[in-house]
């Protein structure tokens, strides 16, 4: 009887350790899933932070494991319905996906959004399962050990640059200063960081000009590299005249008619023999309404995340028009339908282009591969130390990613409408960035790099000049954006900074060296004008304790 029964009941014994062992693996994961929900829908404010660090457990978990857990897959997908709402979030005025809602009240955003808009930098540890999380990854220049000069350097403002910045939507072609897009997408001028723009520029002027001449057997890769070209002259360039000619004078102005052209068509196209630049400079006087010029380019896109695409060299078309958007709105650029041209507006031009029939004096001061990356690429995050993309510059120019752009042709468009006299161009140059603690010499012991000095000048002057046209009664700057501040009511538009107005201060005394006579004293009027808003708000509080 013994032996009948014994095979069943061994068979059986088998069958429930078997069981046992499926129970206790099946406990494991339910220990799992429990501990994930009791952390995820944790009802005590005390484990709040916990329950955010289990919030991302089950992904990483799921990257590793694979489909063991598929089965609990739903049951996790429960749990992040019943816990985790999707809400609408705006940052900066711009809808922004992946937004979420604890039961605690906690907000959850992509890592992409915080990335781009707090300039922090994480990186992700599989192994560990572990984030990590910078608050900043910048290059600090050393400081300067000479003693301060109020007419020298502004702090560390020559190792730095300002149009770099992630939140500086572009420079404008029309008053040549940043637009700042911080707080508004869209994009406002932002007194602070335009005189720190300006700055910028004086500082780096104020270097180039002290520096002489100093490490130069260092750099005899550079020694005979051509690093300014004049386009007035025919030298290493090709004139191709439509309607035009070119002057003889001590500076070869170059003169463009308008009166025998019956509408916008092309007057002049100059192909330089030599191709690789950083700088458009173009200085001239009478430019009509309608009037532009035209960049053709052929350049590499930064390395992104969609790097076999963007390696590849791309053409595209940069023109700057001396009208408004034809939107009717205040519009800086606009990209055609083909994604390969771009136009630089200039309302300001084209205002006084329609009230006086010509516009008495035009300046382009240009960084074209900056133009084309803050237009096509605006999320890229350029290094905005100076040394640094100077030895990208002269370092990373090879063929396989060169860091300058080909410029194959200029083009000159004239609008004949209104015209009451030709156009004169007055300069008209190409150059490339030279290093701040060197200046080079070409083979006839000329000074080189006088492009991008000159570059420095129009940008410190032109941000001078904004400060003088958009000063109001006040005698302060405005700043016509909304900006909240936590725990406190939002600043409507038109708020002022205090900070600001000493920056500008500066800017506008640093301009006294550069003028004499009637100009000199438009500046030092915009000054005096500054200290209004200090006697005001001195004033007001004298008046609460008398």
Same mark, same amino acid.
């Given at each position: 009887?013994?032996?009948?029964?014994?095979?069943?009941?061994?068979?059986?014994?088998?069958?429930?350790?078997a069981g046992a062992l499926i129970i206790l693996w099946e406990l494991r994961y339910l220990?799992?899933?429990?501990?994930?929900?009791?952390?995820?829908?944790?009802l005590n404010r005390k484990n709040s932070s916990k329950s955010l660090t289990y919030?991302?457990?089950?992904?990483?978990?799921?990257?590793?494991?694979?489909k063991q857990n598929d089965r609990w897959n739903h049951s996790t997908n429960e749990i992040y319905r019943q816990c985790i709402q999707s809400i609408q979030c705006i940052v900066n005025g711009v809808p922004t996906p992946n937004c979420y809602l604890t039961q605690e009240k906690d907000v959850l955003v992509s890592f992409e959004v915080v990335r781009t808009h707090l300039k922090v930098f994480g990186s992700l540890d599989m192994s560990s399962n572990t984030f990590y999380l910078n608050h900043a990854n910048v290059e600090v220049p050393k400081a300067h050990l000479y003693k301060? /000069?109020?007419?020298?350097?502004?702090?560390?403002? @020559?190792? #730095?640059?300002v149009e770099k910045r992630l939140h500086v939507k572009l420079v404008t072609a029309d008053e040549g200063v940043p637009i700042s897009s911080q707080w508004d997408h869209r994009g406002y001028p932002y007194p602070i960081q335009i005189a720190q723009f300006g700055l910028n520029h004086f500082s780096q002027l104020i270097t180039s000009d002290k520096s002489g001449i100093k490490d130069v057997q260092n750099n005899s890769s550079l020694m005979n590299e051509i690093m300014d070209l004049d386009l007035t002259v025919s030298d290493n360039v090709l004139h191709?005249?439509? /309607?035009?000619?070119?002057?003889?004078?001590?500076? @070869?102005? #170059?003169m463009l008619s308008a009166r025998n052209v019956d509408s916008s068509s092309r007057s002049l196209s100059i192909t330089p023999k030599l191709k690789d630049w950083d700088y458009f400079i173009m200085v001239g006087r009478q430019w009509t309404y309608g009037s532009f010029v035209e960049l053709l380019v052929q350049w590499y896109p930064p390395k992104t995340a969609d790097y076999h695409f963007n390696h590849r060299p791309r053409r595209s078309s940069i023109i700057y028009n001396c009208s408004q958007s034809p939107a009717g709105r205040l519009t800086y650029t606009s990209i055609s339908s083909s994604g390969n041209t771009v136009i630089f507006w200039m309302p300001e031009c084209g205002k006084s282009a329609k009230l006086y029939g010509s516009v008495e004096s035009v300046k382009l001061a240009r960084d074209v591969y900056t133009d084309l990356v803050k237009v096509f690429f605006p999320f890229w995050k350029f290094s905005e130390h100076v040394d640094s993309n100077v030895k990208k510059s002269h370092q990373n120019n090879t063929t396989s990613y060169p860091f300058h752009v080909q410029v194959l042709e200029i083009n000159f468009y004239i609008n004949s409408h209104n015209a009451t006299a030709d156009i004169m161009i007055e300069k008209l140059r190409l150059g490339k960035a030279v290093n701040s603690q060197t200046i080079l010499y070409d083979a006839k012991k000329r000074?080189?790099?006088?492009?991008?000095?000159?570059?420095?000048?129009?940008?410190?002057?032109?941000?001078?000049?904004?400060?003088?046209?958009?000063?109001?009664?006040?005698?302060?700057?405005?700043v016509n954006v909304r900006r909240s501040l936590k725990g406190r009511r939002t600043l409507q538009p038109g708020w002022?900074?205090?900070?600001?107005?000493?920056?500008?201060?500066?800017?506008l005394f640093a301009l006294n060296s550069f003028f004499s006579g009637f100009s000199s004293w438009l500046y030092i009027r915009c000054q005096y004008q500054i200290i209004i808003p200090v006697v005001h708000i001195t004033s007001y509080h004298l008046a609460l304790f008398t």
């Open positions: 009887m013994r032996v009948k029964y014994l095979c069943p009941l061994r068979l059986v014994a088998l069958l429930l350790i220990s799992r899933y429990s501990k994930f929900a009791r952390y995820v829908c944790v919030d991302h457990e089950p992904e990483s978990q799921q990257a590793v494991y694979g301060h /000069n109020p007419r020298g350097i502004y702090m560390q403002f @020559n190792k #730095l640059s191709h005249w439509s /309607n035009g000619k070119r002057l003889n004078k001590p500076n @070869n102005s #170059l000074e080189t790099g006088s492009t991008e000095k000159l570059l420095h000048e129009v940008r410190f002057i032109s941000a001078a000049d904004w400060f003088i046209h958009h000063q109001d009664k006040n005698g302060a700057w405005p002022y900074s205090a900070m600001g107005q000493g920056i500008e201060v500066f800017c």
